[in-house]
């Protein structure tokens, strides 16, 4: 198991921004697939930001314009900075690693199934946004 360690997250007002880190160590960006995903509770796991070993990002529509997935190659660590945050961002943030050849298309860039199945995963960071 690859540990995959995010920090960064915290209790923010409606309007703040924070900056979530995760640190890859052992993985290579130039193989991995790097993502973010939060689950709010009650909720199903969902797909935040991913960005592709060429370093093409894909947003979830609803934090398009709000939050910035980049990665780091000298620190091995991922990021995801949140700003404009809304109550409605409130979740548990997870970062994720899957190899490249596992993406049939970007197509499935995002699907959850996927990354499910052949990810690796940090144990979250909790994001709670107070209107």
């Given amino acids: 198991q690859v540990p995959l360690v995010e920090s960064g997250g915290g209790s923010v007002q409606g309007g703040e921004s924070l900056r979530l880190s995760c640190a890859v160590a052992p993985l290579t960006f130039s193989d991995f697939v790097m993502g973010w995903f939060r689950q709010a509770p ?30 780091d190659n000298a620190e091995k660590t991922l990021y995801l900075q949140m700003n404009n945050l809304k109550p409605e961002d409130t979740a548990m943030y997870y970062c994720a ?8 298309g970007q197509w499935a860039i995002m699907d959850l199934g996927l990354w499910e199945s052949y990810s690796f995963w940090g144990q979250g960071t909790q994001v709670t946004v107070s209107s």
């Fill in 97 to 104: 690693a899957i190899q490249d050849a596992r993406i049939p």
């Fill in 42 to 71: 009650g909720a199903e796991r969902e797909g935040v930001a991913v960005i592709e070993t060429d370093g093409e990002t894909h947003y979830a529509d609803s934090v398009k314009g709000r939050f910035t997935i980049s990665q």
